[in-house]
Structure formats: structure tokens, C-alpha cells
């Protein structure tokens, strides 16, 4: 992958964490205007897509296997929805093949390992990803079974874990907290991709589903805002179901705390070409729709800002 864009501010691109593997290549990207223009944070943890060549040797289809993990493109999605409206931009830069950012770092399938499970760990339950094939390290997809020629070593993964998973989390939850100190209030939208969904009935499958965990990580308000939006926009949308959300909301949302986040899944047959490696003619539509979300929710959630903080009417240093 070929270096961050240019920063649209003054301010620099901010680089973090390190691919193991790789010649130095930084784990993810934030591009964050200082200061910042929207209470909104942009993040896309599954589109990276630097991959070491000792990735690639190991995996059995790298070709198929790679593209298919990936939330193809979302990356470039973003980039220009935070150019056009000014949010805040995380993008992960290593492949979910090599680990995945929403799995909690105890979400391991153990099987993959030459050694096992480690002793300290004590007895051990693997966590429902990782028995789907989905954990932190990816083991299988549908369709194509196992992804790896040979097993892990327990030093693949803590590299992974100490020098991509933390830094990633790490800057993520020190921007929310900046977004929150300038405005009062910030939301995180963490951007994916998905298959095409079935038809329910004769119903038209979702194009978009939002995931909150069922309410616990956003304000309704925010979300009921997102719904409307959408029906406006003519666009068919769903609720958790079937995808609510993961680690990343489980572990950055604060709601009680003026911290918002809400997951955004996007068909990708909405945006890439038929074969779904390439964006296609629908990539515009869709900047231009998500462009008008952010903008909408932006005003939102500086509102909830300043209703937080009704002593110094939440626009004091919004208005530097």
C-alpha cells in the first residue's frame, strides 16, 4: 500500500504501531485537523492492506483469501468523506489477515499455534469469533476452509498483539478523548463492509446496517437521526441484525461519558465494481450519501456538546 495521502490541514498525518514483517511500515494512519473542525471520528480497522511477503507465503489462497477479509476500500470511502466534511480519520493500515482490530486480544483460537495454548492461561474457553473461524487471528472462511499452510508461533501473535493491536486502540480512544474535551461530546463511526445480504420474505435486502449493541454504545437520538436520514435517502437500513457491533464499541464507547459510537456496514456491491475488487459506479452515490451523515450527525452530537457542558455553552474552544 502505497503511503498516507497528504493531511488536509497544517497538521501532520500521524503514523503508529509497526506491520511485524514488513520494511517499517506503520500499522495505521491518523489524519486528525487540528484543531478539529466536527466532533467525529472516522475509524476503518479491516481495509488495510500491506501485506509482508511472509503473509502471503503462508496463506493458502492468498489471492482469494486476502480480498475477501478485506472491507474492500472502505478505506477510500472514508478519506473522502472526511475530506468533504472535515471528521477525524483512523485507518488501519495492516490486514485483517494478520489481526484483526474488533476481536478482543483474548479471542484466540489456540489450534493455530505449534505450542498451544500457553500454561499461565489457565483453563481456557475460546470466544465465539475464533470458534467461527473469526477470531483475532483469522483461521477459515466459508467456502474456503482453512487459510493457513502451517501453525503460528506464540511470537507472531504477541508482535501482533504489542505492535498493531494496542498502538491502534491506544490512538483511537486518545482521539475520542481530544474530540471530547474540544466539543463536549464526540462519535466514533466505524466503518465496514459486507456481502450482499439475503431477501427476507419479499422484502429487498438491507443496503446499510448500524450496529449499537443494541442501544448500549450511542445515543438513541443519534441513531434515530441516522434511520431518518437514511429513509429520506431512500436507502434500505437495519438495525444490529445481523451485524451489532464488536470489540471496538465494546471497548471506546462511553455514552454516559458523551462518548458515542456506532458500527456502519456498507454492501459492497453498493460501491465496488461486479467482481468486487475495484471501486465501481455506485463509489460516488455512496460518498456523497455518507457525506451527508456525517454532516447531519456532526451538528448532533456538538449539540449534545453543549448541553454537557451548559456552563461555558459547549462552544468556547469550538469557536478557536
Not at 467461527?132 to 487471528?137: D, H, P, Q, Y
Not at 465496514?192 to 448500549?216: C, I, T
Not at 461486479?274 to 451538528?299: D, K, M, N, W, Y
Request: proline share 8%.
Amino acid at each position: 500500500m502505497s503511503s498516507p495521502e497528504k493531511s488536509r490541514s497544517d497538521s501532520p498525518i500521524i503514523e503508529g504501531g509497526i506491520i511485524p514483517g514488513s520494511a517499517g511500515e506503520a500499522a495505521y494512519f491518523l489524519d486528525a485537523p487540528q484543531p478539529s473542525t466536527i466532533p467525529v471520528l472516522i475509524a476503518v480497522p479491516h481495509a488495510g492492506r500491506t501485506y509482508p511477503a511472509a503473509v502471503f507465503e503462508r496463506m493458502r489462497n492468498p489471492g482469494t483469501a486476502a480480498v475477501r477479509l478485506e472491507d474492500r476500500y472502505a478505506d477510500q470511502l472514508a478519506r473522502r468523506v472526511a475530506d468533504a466534511t472535515g471528521a477525524a480519520l483512523l485507518v488501519a493500515q495492516a490486514p485483517r489477515a494478520m489481526i484483526d482490530l474488533n476481536r478482543d486480544p483474548g479471542d484466540v483460537d489456540w489450534e493455530m499455534f505449534s505450542r498451544g495454548r500457553p500454561d499461565p492461561l489457565g483453563s481456557f474457553e475460546p470466544g465465539r469469533r475464533s470458534r467461527s473461524g473469526l477470531g483475532l487471528i483469522p483461521r477459515r472462511l466459508p467456502g474456503l476452509g482453512e487459510l493457513w499452510k502451517r501453525r503460528l508461533e506464540q511470537s507472531d501473535l504477541d508482535d501482533r498483539i504489542a505492535l498493531i493491536h494496542e498502538p491502534y486502540h491506544t490512538c483511537l480512544a486518545n482521539q475520542l478523548q481530544c474530540l471530547r474535551e474540544r466539543w463536549g461530546a464526540a462519535l466514533l463511526l466505524d466503518l465496514h463492509s459486507m456481502p450482499p445480504l439475503p431477501k427476507q420474505g419479499g422484502n429487498w435486502p438491507a443496503e446499510f446496517v448500524l450496529g449499537d449493541r443494541f442501544g448500549a454504545t450511542c445515543s438513541g437520538a443519534l441513531v434515530a437521526s441516522s434511520f431518518s436520514y437514511f429513509s429520506e435517502m431512500r436507502r434500505a437500513i437495519a438495525h444490529n441484525r445481523p451485524y451489532a457491533g464488536g470489540y471496538v464499541l465494546e471497548r471506546h464507547a462511553r455514552p454516559d461519558s458523551h462518548i458515542h459510537a456506532f458500527q456502519l456496514e456498507i454492501d459492497r456491491t453498493s460501491y465496488l465494481d461486479p467482481a468486487q475488487s475495484e471501486p465501481g459506479a455506485g463509489f460516488a452515490a455512496i460518498v456523497h450519501l455518507l457525506t451527508g451523515l456525517v454532516r447531519r450527525l456532526a451538528g448532533e452530537v456538538a449539540e449534545l456538546g453543549r448541553s454537557a457542558r451548559p456552563e461555558d455553552g459547549g462552544w468556547a474552544i469550538a469557536a478557536e
